[in-house]
Nanobody, 124 residues
Framework: QVQLVESGGGAVQAGDSLRLSCAASGRAFSSAVMGWFRQAPGKEREFVAAISSSGAVTSYANSVKGRFTISRDNAKNTVYLQMNGLKPEDTAVYYC?????????????????WGQGTQVTVSS
C-alpha cells in the first residue's frame, strides 16, 4: 500500500518555475515507478512524466520535454517535478501516481495509487 500527498502547486506567471513534491508513505515506494499526470478542466487526465524505481530511466510528454524534470529521492520517499518556463496551457491539477509493475509508463491505467492532486495555475 502506498499513500501519496502532493504539494507545491500555486498560481504563477508565464515563464515562472514551480517544483511539485509528492511524499509517499509505505515501504513499496523505492520499488515503484512514479508518474506525474495532469488534468485541465474539461479535459482528460494526461501523462506528464515518469521515473523508474532507481531513477535511471525517465519519460516525458512531448509538451513538457525540455521544460520539466522529474526526479526522486528514495531515502526521503519523495518524487519531484521541477517545472520551468511555465505556460498558460500547463494550468491543471497535477497528480502523483505510483505503479508496482506498470505495463506502460504513460497510461494512467497502469498506476495503482494516486494522490489527491495539487492545482497549478499559470497566467499570461
Amino acid at each position: 500500500q502506498v499513500q501519496l500527498v502532493e504539494s507545491g502547486g500555486g498560481a504563477v506567471q508565464a515563464g515562472d518555475s514551480l517544483r511539485l513534491s509528492c511524499a509517499a508513505s509505505g515501504r513499496a515506494f523505492s520499488s515503484a515507478v512514479m508518474g506525474w499526470f495532469r488534468q485541465a478542466p474539461g479535459k482528460e487526465r494526461e501523462f506528464v512524466a515518469a521515473i523508474s524505481s532507481s531513477g535511471a530511466v525517465t519519460s516525458y510528454a512531448n509538451s513538457v520535454k525540455g521544460r520539466f524534470t522529474i526526479s526522486r529521492d528514495n531515502a526521503k520517499n519523495t518524487v519531484y517535478l521541477q517545472m520551468n518556463g511555465l505556460k498558460p496551457e500547463d494550468t491543471a491539477v497535477y497528480y502523483c501516481a505510483a505503479a508496482q509493475s506498470p505495463f506502460s509508463y504513460v497510461r494512467a491505467g497502469s498506476y495503482d495509487y494516486w494522490g489527491q492532486g495539487t492545482q497549478v495555475t499559470v497566467s499570461s
